[in-house]
């Protein structure tokens, strides 16, 4: 059984980093690369939308235009660990980030509905 442990999160003030990481049990070491697994965001009344996305298995990285040239998603299968490096923060990057996966190769579009592996969630806030 698949889970994700999201950690990280917290207030920082804008232009300021975070690194949210995201604990993966129940995915064998060799088994990684098959996986797509992405970071969401769902803002306070708004639609939880996707920030980025890693395929191993193909060497693909997705980003959604808002985030390009800040964040940096990243997985390390040596420590189980998916990463979402945040840089040059915005107030507009305010949300609940969450780690999702799924078994397949990752699609550009970072639909919601194409993931069925959700962590619980842990909150960014960014003052101006």
């Known amino acids: 059984q698949v889970q994700l442990v999201e950690s990280g999160g917290g207030s920082v003030q804008a232009g300021g980093s975070l690194r949210l990481s995201c604990a993966v049990s129940g995915v064998t070491y060799s088994r990684y690369k098959w996986y797509c697994f992405g970071w969401f965001r769902q803002a306070p009344g708004k639609e939880r939308e996707g920030v980025a996305s890693i395929y191993t298995g193909g060497s693909s990285t997705f980003y959604d235009d808002s985030v390009k040239g800040r964040f940096t998603i990243s997985l390390d299968n040596t420590k189980n660990t998916l990463y979402l490096q945040m840089n040059s923060l915005k107030p507009e990057d305010t949300a609940m980030y969450y780690c999702?996966?799924?078994?397949?190769?990752?699609?550009?579009?970072?639909?919601?509905?194409?993931?069925?592996?959700w962590g619980q969630g842990t909150q960014v806030t960014v003052s101006s």
């Open positions: 999702a996966a799924h078994y397949s190769q990752c699609l550009a579009t970072m639909e919601r509905q194409n993931y069925n592996l």
